[in-house]
Structure formats: C-alpha cells, structure tokens
C-alpha cells in the first residue's frame, strides 16, 4: 500500500507514504514509510524516516495535536 501527495510549497516535491513489511529482513515488524522528495520522485525519496506500525497511533495522535 502507497501514497503519493503534493508537497506544499515545492514545484514538483511529494511526500510519500508507504507501509512496508519486514523492512530489515525476516522477522523485521512493519513500518511505515515516510518520504519528501523535492524531484517529486516518490520511489526514490531524498528524505525519509521509518515508523514501527506499533508507534503509528501515537504518531498521528502527536500529529493531530500539532495542526
């Protein structure tokens, strides 16, 4: 599962949102995949940060407070 969506401010930039499963190998717990590219190159971000899933709720939470 992805997302792509257009990047504020930028020409072309997207921030990408991916859910990926064993990112480090087998075993590995899911995460999600947060990326910024200002190329708008969603496959191949210049920025990104992982997210363990069981983090996610609290993530959005923080989120929600700061908008």
């Given at each position: ?59 959005i939470a923080a989120l929600q407070e700061l908008k």
């Open positions: 599962m992805s997302r792509s969506i257009a990047l504020d401010g930028t020409k072309k930039g997207v921030i990408s949102v991916t859910k990926i499963a064993e990112p480090y190998g087998a075993g590995s717990g899911t995460v999600v995949s947060v990326g910024i590219s200002l190329s708008g190159d969603a496959q191949n971000p210049e920025w990104k940060v992982h997210l363990p899933l069981n983090n996610l709720d609290d993530v």
